[in-house]
Every structure is written in structure tokens, then in C-alpha cells.
């Protein structure tokens, strides 16, 4: 966004913050359309604040395509034009390169309980990677999954050979590209809003989001086959402007804090029932399409081709990343050994194990 684009959204902004009502206006950008998973995350944002304030603040939404693109709502945020906005690791990585530990291929739990539980509390995220968010006048706020990440294709992929020569559209992050190029395909960035049409021009022969957002940008319409590697999570980030929070006065800044640890518990089970039902959606419209799950031995062969950009990942963050990454897998192993989680018995067969011990 140029200077000019950027005084023209603020000053937008201004003025639409004179005609509010409410004594004082929180504004929340989103990276995606209304009826998505960030949607639903920032209405309860907004009920749960409004509510506890008792009218004296006004939560305002601003989903994808009204005020800019993922890297745009993260400067507006950083610049003090609006207080929140969902930033994801996949294109956020430019500005904080720590945050691509997100995006490292069978590291996090496949197990959604264990994953959770790892996103809600963990030392690493809140600790150790909350800090390079500061640096950047950032507060991290939550981090949260908005499902899998499955693939869409125009061919079958079960092994790394079916994707050779196959342009897999990423997100715009140095450790995507490593990790599609370590599976096998040619990984190929584009922005989110061009990725349906890049599919039906053929520009690309696949992509990776998660199922509920597969169903609202229509990407199944130009696909032929979905797939579930089980290689990653869609992780997401909560943030706000460093400066605003830090000087808001101490019961504010714990009504965001407590509401965002809240919505932790509400937007679990809300993620995957969005997705449950999109998935229901999809079969129903495209009955032609190919649905495959990758078997455990596929699954751990792509683990283990991508494993190598973990050693990238420390290169390219230096001593933080070393240390973000081996607190997490320690979290990670600790809490895969428990096998418990809230005091329910998790079924553990995750591929990813293995990997994280051959790792350490
Ligand atoms: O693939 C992307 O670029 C986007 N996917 C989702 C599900 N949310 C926002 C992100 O920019």
C-alpha cells in the first residue's frame, strides 16, 4: 500500500470513528470474508467485549477486502490506524521470520486436543515469540488453528514423485516454498484473492488452505482431487498495536487478554464444525471430486522429506528460532508423552513423533 493509499484509509477511518456512537471504537481487520473461521472469532470478540464493557466500547469489523491485504492490515495495526487484526504466519513471516515455526511440515501435534492445548499456553509462542512481535510494535494477542491444511489438486498426490512439476500455490513465506519444494512440487506464492482464478486460468495445479476456506473461495470448483497430507495446521495470530494496548488502563488490557484466552475454548470447537459442514458442502456440490487421505507411511515419507527446513528455519532466524524451536518440541513431546489432555485419553498415532525424536 502506498503512503498516500495508507493516509486515504486512515483518514477513512477517522472520519467513520467521529460518526460512532459508542464513547470508544476498537477496530478488527480480518485476512478473510464474512462466514469464515477469523469472522466468527471476531464477532464473539466483539459480543464478549461490548458485553463486559457494558456499551463503552464498540467493536468494528473489517472483513477481507475492505480496508487491505493480509501484510496492509498488519502495517495499519503496527502504525496505531486500528487496534486488531488476525495476521498469519504464511505471509507475516516477511516482517517476523520466528513466526514460520508455524508453518514447519509435522511439527505440531496432528492430534487437534494436543494442538490446542500447545497454541493456548505454550512458552515458546507467548514467551520467546511474543517478544519478536514487540520488536515490531506488535502485541501478540493468541494464536489459534483454523483446521487443516488439505490440498486441492488437478492431479493425485500420494508420494513425492506426484508432484513433480506440479505448481502448488503458498503463501508468500521463504519456509512454504522450502517445505512444497522439499515435498516434491514447485512451490509457486500468490496472493489469497488471485488463487481461484490462478487455478482456472491454470496458472497453478494446486493450493493449500484449510477445508472451510477451500468452500468459501470456491477452490474446489477448479479442482479435481482434495487431499489431507496431515502435515500442518492453518495457524493463525491475533495482534494489536504495542504502543495502544501497553497505555490502556489495566482493566482493558485484561478484558482483552481474558477474552482472548476465552475464545480459545469457543473457537476450537466452532473451527471444526465449520469445517465438518463446508467438507458436507463440498461433496454435495462437486460429487466428481477425488477425496483422498494419505495413509500413515505417505504421510510420515513427506514428513521426512521436509524435515530439513527445520535446520533452514535456524539459519534463517539465528539464536530465537533455535530456541522457539526446541521449547516447542519439548512442549510438544511433553504433552504427547501425557497423553492427556483436560484428563481425556488421547489417541496418539501421530507420524510426527517419530519425526520430532529422529529431529532431536
Ligand atoms: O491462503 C491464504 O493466503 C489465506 N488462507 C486463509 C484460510 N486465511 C487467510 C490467508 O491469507
Redesign the pocket.
Known sequence: MTFLARIAVFFAIVLSFSQASAQTVWRFAL??LPG???HAYALEFKRRIEAKSAGEVEVIIYP?GTLG??SELTELVAMGAIQFA?A?P??LGSLIPEVQVFLLPALFPANEEANKEILAGSEAIYGILGKAYEEKGLTLLSVYS?GEMVWTTRKPVTQPEDFRNLKM???ASPMLVASYDAFGASPTPM??GE?YSGLQLKLIDG????V??IEE?KFYEVSNYMIWPKQEH?I?SVISNQEWFSGLPVQQRALIRETAQELQEYIFPLQRQYNAQRLAHIKQRSPELTLITLSKDQQATFAKAALPVRQLYIEETGMRGRRILETLLHEIHQIEENQYVNGTVLPIESPYKVVSHNHK
Open positions: 485476512e478473510e469464515s473461521v477469523q477481507l491485504n493480509s488476525h498469519t504464511g505471509i483454523e500455490r503458498v503463501m496472493p489469497y488463487v493450493q493449500v488452505n484449510p472451510f476456506a473461495m492453518f493463525t
